[in-house]
């Protein structure tokens, strides 16, 4: 069952916030206020207050200043240091999520965790902490998490922290493929909204509810449930959750072949996604009419509206868009008969599925990538995504989970009969009072002149006050939108970061170090043996190597560390790529002599490019001391380049031991993936990822092909400069007229 982008849980952060009664005070009014050189609890709120306001505003570098001193006047407390410290990390772990990076806020909400502060105060802490671990996708860190913090808040008799705490458990449970436990959780959250008469919650909860019928395809309860969300969200002015049932309504409609009713409920959700400036609810929209129109059979359409919303997601950052824009272009291509076009596009779910941890999501790209290699005849491949797939689905299938579902599905049907049955008793109700009420005004109506007037003077001044109380219900909208629109761009980073943590303590631990320790016992050889000059030689040679080794690994880690501290950064300009190709040619020469094999390169000298030129060297060095790494004595590298339309194609051909077909996948995948090479060579196993980002930032594509025991190529594209000379270098007999998809390549018999 797939995951639609349509499901966003309202995250009620609003719950757990501190206990300082924020002033919407005009900035330059706060900066001229604040005296950071009184040392007080009140300085440090007033502080705080100013970065979480130009949070609000997206200003980030100025808030982090403002925090960073906060914390610097609470160090200088004695009574009340502890909370002051605690106030103010937990003000910068919210201005990181806010910023995407549940990294570097798990970092200080952890520093949090360790101060003195009451239980209430804490729970503001974890609730933070599991929101971040949900969007790093630890999602079982963060189910644990929110149950600790429920179980603090019912202790404490927060009623209103447990139902806010159990809407984002059960978004958990909902990405975790986890239906009946999210059911549970909205069930529990909706009761306690119902009681306490909380519209805004009813509408959220009931909205979420009908969206996860929709999902079981239990489409009366699902229909029943988004009605009574419209006609809150409609009644309270909500219009971000109005918005999200819109679109939640078109799908319902759409999965039903309703196609023009579910088109003007999308198209309604547009205008509000539009007037609110949110781009990514604009392109979740997008996506789902293109679904739309794949199941009116418009595959044209379609594809066209598939590929705008992948381009638009992978602008944005959104893993989940890109997953189902993979997923859905691969289906069209599926019922055209394209199976290798299909595959590909299935890989690249799969591939991004894997990495966020989804069941479901994993589950599905593994049966359509099953399907597409049993109709493509590759029985081999088909057998393989099927044993994935019943391993996956063994572990999620259970008779008692079956037996849950069913319990739950009884109890919410039993309750939508109770409230139909209120509903209409309540308008027996109306009707019988209005004919009461008409009956009466007739009687009395010349009698009782004077006191309508009264009443019509009354109910304007209830109008007026009907009003003001409207403005000031706007205001709050107002200000619970923005807070939203700072959630929803926190979802961007999720897993980048954790990634990027586990890669480099793993370069760090392993790969660093083993070098260094080989050269150290080198050194020690030297030292205190008397070695014969051939020894000696032999040593310097291994030093020699070692340190060329240390001094590749080291520029692969600067650049990728650079590159997530401040972002890929280009300084473009157009040179000869045979100029590169011969200085790094002569960089790894020593590296190639030393395993005797020979490097040629095959390029034209007028052919021109417009990229970075060092970036272009590192990238062209990692994929050549690759295949040094694993080739033989007496083989040979080829560098060659030829023209493709615009871009220059590079080719790094070795006729070394090949990849093996299980490896393939993994060589570009989200884990940390290295082999030894001919001589047993380590590697760090960042430079191909870090070259494939690089040569992607430049507009280009960079993937391979290989035969296990035969030969390896990797293939770059990099944008020609205007004017380069129509020429070819000599290559292998390969068709550089086909436009390449950016995954691996896997032939389909």
Not at 131 to 152: C, F, P, R, T
Not at 495 to 514: G, M, T, W, Y
């Amino acid at each position: 069952m797939r995951v639609l982008l349509c499901l966003h849980i309202l995250l009620f952060l609003q719950f757990l916030q501190f206990e300082v009664n924020a002033q919407q005070a005009d900035l330059d009014s706060l900066r001229s206020v604040v005296n950071p050189a009184i040392s007080s609890m009140e300085t440090v709120e007033s502080i705080n207050e100013l970065g979480e306001q130009l949070v609000m505003r997206g200003e980030f570098t100025e808030a982090r200043d403002w925090h960073l001193l906060a914390f610097q006047v609470a160090d200088r407390l004695e009574a009340e240091r502890d909370l002051a410290q605690f106030q103010t990390l937990v003000s910068l772990g919210s201005l990181y999520l806010s910023k995407e990076k549940p990294d570097s806020a798990l970092i200080m909400l952890d520093q949090a965790g360790f101060l003195n502060v009451p239980a209430e105060s804490m729970n503001s802490q974890k609730n933070l902490k599991a929101v971040a671990l949900q969007m790093s996708g630890q999602l079982v860190l963060s189910s644990n998490l929110y149950e600790e913090a429920i179980h603090v808040a019912d202790s404490l008799g927060r009623g209103d922290q447990v139902a806010g705490l159990r809407m984002n458990l059960a978004s958990v449970y909902s990405s975790m493929g986890e239906e009946v436990v999210a059911l549970r959780n909205f069930y529990d959250a909706l009761v306690f909204a119902e009681d306490s008469k909380d519209s805004v919650l009813i509408a959220v909860t009931s909205n979420n509810i009908g969206h996860l019928f929709n999902e079981m395809e239990d489409y009366e309860q699902a229909e029943f449930y988004l009605d009574n969300s419209e006609e809150i969200s409609r009644n309270i002015g909500h219009q971000v959750n109005l918005r999200r049932v819109f679109v939640n309504k078109g799908n319902l409609y759409s999965g039903q072949g309703r196609y023009d009713l579910a088109e003007e409920y999308y198209t309604e959700g547009l205008d509000l996604a539009e007037a609110a400036d949110d781009r990514l609810a604009e392109v979740r929209i997008y996506y789902n009419l293109a679904r739309m129109e794949a199941q009116r059979g418009d595959r044209s359409r379609a594809e066209e509206i598939f590929l705008f919303s992948l381009e638009e997601s992978v602008r944005l950052g959104s893993v989940e868009g890109q997953y189902n824009s993979a997923i859905s272009l691969g289906d069209l291509e599926a019922e055209r008969n394209n199976y290798g076009g299909a595959a590909r596009w299935y890989a690249r779910a799969q591939s991004i599925a894997e990495g966020r941890g989804y069941h479901a999501l994993q589950t599905e790209s593994y049966s359509k990538l099953y399907e597409i290699y049993k109709r493509a005849g590759n029985t081999t491949q088909a057998l393989q995504w099927l044993e994935r797939f019943n391993e996956l689905e063994d572990s999620l299938a259970s008779d008692e989970k079956l037996r849950l579902q069913a319990e739950y599905e009884t109890l919410f049907n039993i309750r939508t009969r109770e409230q139909q049955a209120e509903i209409i008793e309540a308008r027996q109700q109306e009707i019988h009072a209005r004919v009461n009420l008409q009956q009466w005004l007739i009687v009395f109506a010349f009698s009782l002149g004077g006191f309508l007037l009264v009443v019509a003077f009354v109910l304007n001044r209830s109008n007026r006050k009907v009003k003001d109380v409207n403005s000031e219900l706007e205001e709050s909208n107002e200000k619970i939108r923005e807070v939203n629109k700072t959630v929803k761009e926190q979802n961007d980073e999720l897993e980048q970061v954790n990634q990027v943590k586990n890669k480099l303590f793993a370069i760090v631990a392993h790969d660093l170090r083993s070098p260094l320790s080989s050269l150290q016992s080198l050194i020690y050889l030297i030292r205190e043996h008397d070695l014969s000059k051939s020894e000696r030689n032999n040593i310097l040679d291994s030093l020699d190597q070692n340190i060329q080794d240390n001094s590749n690994m080291m520029d692969n880690l600067l650049a990728w560390a650079k590159a997530q501290m401040n972002g890929v950064q280009l300084n473009r300009r157009v040179f000869k790529f045979s100029e590169a190709a011969k200085a790094v040619t002569e960089q790894v020469r020593f590296q190639a002599e030393n395993k005797g094999i020979s490097i040629e390169t095959q390029v034209v000298d007028e052919l021109t490019v417009k990229a970075d030129y060092d970036i272009v060297k590192l990238v062209l060095r990692n994929l050549i001391a690759n295949a040094i790494k694993f080739s033989k004595e007496n083989d040979t590298i080829t560098v060659s380049v030829s023209r493709s339309k615009q871009y220059a194609e590079i080719q790094i051909i070795d006729e070394g031991i090949g990849i093996k077909t299980e490896d393939q996948p993994k060589l570009f995948g989200n884990e940390h993936f290295t082999t030894r090479g001919t001589k047993n060579e380590k590697g760090s196993g960042l430079g191909l990822n870090l070259s494939k980002e690089y040569i992607e930032e430049h507009g280009g594509e960079l993937w391979f092909e290989s035969e296990y025991k035969v030969r390896t190529t990797f293939f770059f594209t990099l944008p020609l400069a205007e004017g380069s000379v129509n020429g070819t270098a000599v290559s292998d007999d390969h068709s550089l007229e086909d436009e390449r998809e950016p995954i691996d390549q896997t032939k389909l018999n």
